[in-house]
C-alpha cells in the first residue's frame, strides 16, 4: 500500500504561483512508481495535470500546464512536488497526487484508472 498525503493548497490572484507537495509513504521498494498530478474542477471529470517516473527522470504534461507547472520528487523527503507559476482562474480546482506501480511512458499509462492509489486532495482557488 501506499499513502499519500497532500498540502500547500490555497487562494492565490492569477498569475501567482503555489507549490503543492505530496507525502508519500509505503509501497514496494524494490518496485519503480510513476507519481502524478490531477484535479478536478467544478462540473468537470478529474483530469491529469503532470506525471514522473523518477527513476528514468521522466517527466509529462498535459498541455494545459505545459511550460507553467513543474513536478518533481525528493527522494530524500519522499515528497512529490508540483510548483504551479502564472497561475488562471481555469486552474482552480481539487488537485490529487495519485500513485502507480511501473512506468507511464505512454499516454494511456498515464489515465486515471491506471493509477491505484491516491491522496485526499487539496484545494487550489485562482481569483482574476
Known amino acids: 500500500q501506499v499513502q499519500l498525503l497532500e498540502a500547500g493548497g490555497g487562494s492565490v490572484q492569477a498569475g501567482g504561483s503555489l507549490k503543492l507537495s505530496c507525502a508519500v509513504s509505503g509501497g514496494d521498494p524494490a518496485r519503480s512508481y510513476c507519481m502524478g498530478w490531477f484535479r478536478r474542477a467544478p462540473g468537470k471529470e478529474r483530469g491529469g495535470v503532470a506525471y514522473?517516473?523518477?527513476?528514468?527522470?521522466?517527466?509529462a504534461y498535459e498541455d494545459s500546464v505545459k511550460s507553467r507547472f513543474i513536478i518533481s520528487f525528493d527522494r530524500v523527503k519522499n515528497t512529490l512536488y508540483l510548483q504551479m507559476n502564472g497561475l488562471k482562474p481555469e486552474d482552480t480546482a481539487m488537485y490529487y497526487c495519485a500513485a502507480k506501480a511501473g512506468n507511464c511512458f505512454n499516454p494511456n499509462d498515464r489515465l486515471p484508472d491506471q493509477f491505484h492509489y491516491w491522496g485526499q486532495g487539496t484545494q487550489v482557488t485562482v481569483s482574476s
Open positions: 514522473v517516473y523518477a527513476d528514468y527522470r521522466y517527466t
